[in-house]
C-alpha cells in the first residue's frame, strides 16, 4: 500500500532558519563546547558579550565582541557547529554581530586559512604597525601558541589581523 502524499509531507521535517538572539546564562556551556569543538582560543568567553543562533531551542553557532582595555573592539568567537556548517549561519551571525558595533572600526585575529572569508564581511587584512597595543598583547600571545602548535605538527598555520571600517 502506497503512503498518503498529503502524510508524507506532514511528516517531513521541516527546515528552519535559526533565530539569532543574545546569549543567556543558561547557554554558556553550550557556547564553550561548540568553541572548543571549533579549536578557537577558549579563555574569554563571558557569555554576556555573545550572540547565538538559536534553532529550536538548540544553539548551533556563537558569536562575540571583546572589547579591550584601550576600547577595541575585537569580533571573537565566531564558530558554527559542525554538522550545521554551510548553511548561510556563519554569514547571518557574522553580520549580526558586526551590527551590533555601529561607527567603530572592528578588528579580529584569526588562522590565514579564514582571511577570504572574513573579506567577504569588509574585513581587510593589516600591518602589525596598524595593529592597536591593547589588541596586539592578545595577538602576540596566539601567535607564539600557534608557533608551537606548527612546529609540533608540522603545520604553516599564521596568525592575520584584520580591520572592518564602516563602509
Ligand atoms: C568559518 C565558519 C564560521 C563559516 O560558517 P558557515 O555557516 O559554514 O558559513 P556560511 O554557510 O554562512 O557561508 C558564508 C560564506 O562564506 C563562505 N565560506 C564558508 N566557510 C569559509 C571558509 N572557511 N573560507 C572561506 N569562505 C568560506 C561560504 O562559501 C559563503 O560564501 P557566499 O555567501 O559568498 O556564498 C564555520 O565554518 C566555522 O565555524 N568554522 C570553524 C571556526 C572558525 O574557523 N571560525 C572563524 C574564525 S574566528
Known amino acids: 500500500m502506497s503512503e498518503c502524499p498529503a502524510r508524507r509531507a506532514y511528516a517531513a521535517p521541516v527546515p528552519t532558519a535559526p533565530q539569532i538572539r543574545p546569549a543567556t546564562e543558561a547557554d554558556a556551556g553550550t557556547?564553550?563546547?561548540i568553541i572548543r569543538q571549533a579549536q578557537l582560543n577558549p579563555r574569554d568567553l563571558d557569555w554576556?558579550?555573545?550572540?547565538?543562533?538559536?534553532?529550536?531551542?538548540q544553539v548551533v553557532a556563537t558569536a562575540q565582541v571583546r572589547h579591550h582595555a584601550e576600547g577595541t573592539r575585537e569580533l571573537a568567537s565566531v564558530a558554527v557547529r559542525s554538522d550545521r556548517q554551510g548553511e548561510g549561519i556563519g554569514r547571518r551571525i557574522s553580520e549580526a554581530a558586526i551590527?551590533?558595533?555601529?561607527?567603530?572600526?572592528?578588528?579580529l585575529y584569526t588562522e590565514g586559512r579564514t582571511v577570504e572569508y572574513w573579506g567577504k564581511f569588509g574585513f581587510r587584512e593589516i600591518g602589525d604597525?596598524?595593529?592597536?597595543?591593547?589588541?596586539?598583547?592578545?595577538?602576540?600571545?596566539?601567535?607564539?601558541?600557534i608557533g608551537i602548535y606548527s612546529a609540533?605538527?608540522?603545520?604553516g598555520y599564521r596568525i592575520a589581523v584584520m580591520r572592518r571600517d564602516e563602509p
Not at 554576556?48 to 543562533?53: E, G, K, L, N
Not at 604597525?129 to 601558541?145: M, Q, T, W, Y
Not at 609540533?152 to 603545520?155: A, D, I, L, M, Y
Open 31 to 33: 557556547i564553550r563546547s
Open 48 to 57: 554576556r558579550r555573545f550572540i547565538v543562533a538559536d534553532d529550536g531551542g
Open 129 to 145: 604597525g596598524e595593529v592597536p597595543p591593547d589588541l596586539f598583547k592578545a595577538v602576540r600571545f596566539a601567535r607564539r601558541l
Open 99 to 107: 551590527a551590533r558595533e555601529p561607527g567603530r572600526p572592528l578588528y
Open 152 to 155: 609540533v605538527f608540522r603545520k
